[in-house]
């Protein structure tokens, strides 16, 4: 289809911080700038931000001021930039990357007032009261009798995700799901081989990303490591790889506990494949998640990966490899099943096998030419020969 035939799609994203929502919102840009969907994209985002300045020149569109002064004023401001990008794209879609859930439901409510065709792309779809936010109740509400029915439409990662949303919030539109996938790079790379333990006999698990508390359960692994016997830490060698708030707490208690710091190391930010390379299994014992780009990169790799029972997790992942949420004791005792290496190299190569099925590179292109075909608006109806008859009298 010619650029003059492409039908105009505005993303908008006004998040200061760049993760692995935005790495997936400009790889959904990228194969739309392929042509084959049909599609012209444009982006929305914020003035001298990462997203800004990771995206290609030729996608961009008016800019989100820097944000400054008050609270109301910012809102002002971005309105007036949306309102600008809508005037001058004349966009047939909207479609709002939200990080989570509530992040921008005023400028999406804008946007539907100023009739706009309105899509929400988020990645968590959990209840504010599961993860644990204050007067979660209440902003379930708020989602539940108001802004589930705002935008026409959402795109989720996963059907899983999909059906729990509707379940709990009722949205008035169709759910979508487009799922996540890896970098190139990572997919094409040599696999990670399974090998034998270390001479220590300890299994070398990985647990990589955010060092954030709530989320990612880093206070559960810690909490039960210090309560569990001695013999736990003679089977289990366990590196935290990230940067984020809950860092400083980490190292406090390490320095704190020696029987702990056995048992855990730290170390700061590196490239996934290097901290994946150097690890037996990857353990994820998030309380909520969407679907974890980690993951998937260990998954592409041919990684072991134990995580939590959530759905973005639980779509991946073999059942044998899931435990509750909060229950780490479960999740060692998954880790346990994995010291044996056939055990691994089974685990491996189904991973790459899920990986490829489900989202690899070739998935993610056919999802979004999917996700195209089913946003094209509907055809007027051809008139009938009694019709047309009738015209040409």
Known sequence: MS???????????????????????????EELQSGEAGVRPRLLAREGGRLQAAAPAA???????????????RLWRDAKALRRALKTERPERVIFASGALGAQPLLVTLARLWGAQVLV???????????????????????????ARVPQGWVVITAGQAAQFKAWAHPS??????????????????????????????LRVLVLGRLDAAQKGLDLLLDHLQRAPAEVCDRLAIRLVGEGPYRAAIEARLAADPALARCVTLAGWQPPREALAAADV?????RYEGVPLVMLEAMALG??????????????????????????????????????????VQA??????????GASSAAFAQAVLALAQALRPAEPPRPTLEKRLEQQQ
């Open 173 to 202: 539109g169709p759910v979508h799901t487009l799922p996540n996938t890896v970098a190139r790079e990572i997919e094409a790379a040599p696999p990670l081989l399974p090998r034998e333990l270390d001479a220590d006999g300890r």
């Open 348 to 357: 491996a190569a189904r991973n790459r096998r899920a990986y490829e099925a």
């Open 121 to 147: 792309y988020v990645p968590l779809l959990d209840t504010f009261e599961a993860m644990g936010y204050r007067a979660g109740w209440l902003k379930d509400l708020f989602v539940r009798w108001l802004y």
């Open 303 to 344: 990684l072991p990966v134990v995580g939590t029972e959530l759905p973005g997790i639980r779509a991946h992942l073999a059942p044998e490899h899931l435990f509750p949420v909060g229950d780490i004791a479960a999740g060692i005792e998954r880790l346990d099943t994995l010291r044996g290496l056939d055990a691994r």
């Open 282 to 286: 990857l353990l994820m014992p998030s």
């Open 3 to 29: 650029p003059t035939k492409a039908r105009t799609w505005l993303f908008v994203d006004t998040a200061t911080m760049f993760g692995g929502h935005e790495v997936m919102l400009l790889r959904w840009i």
């Open 59 to 73: 996608v961009l569109t008016e800019t989100m001021p820097q944000e400054s002064g008050g609270r109301l004023r």
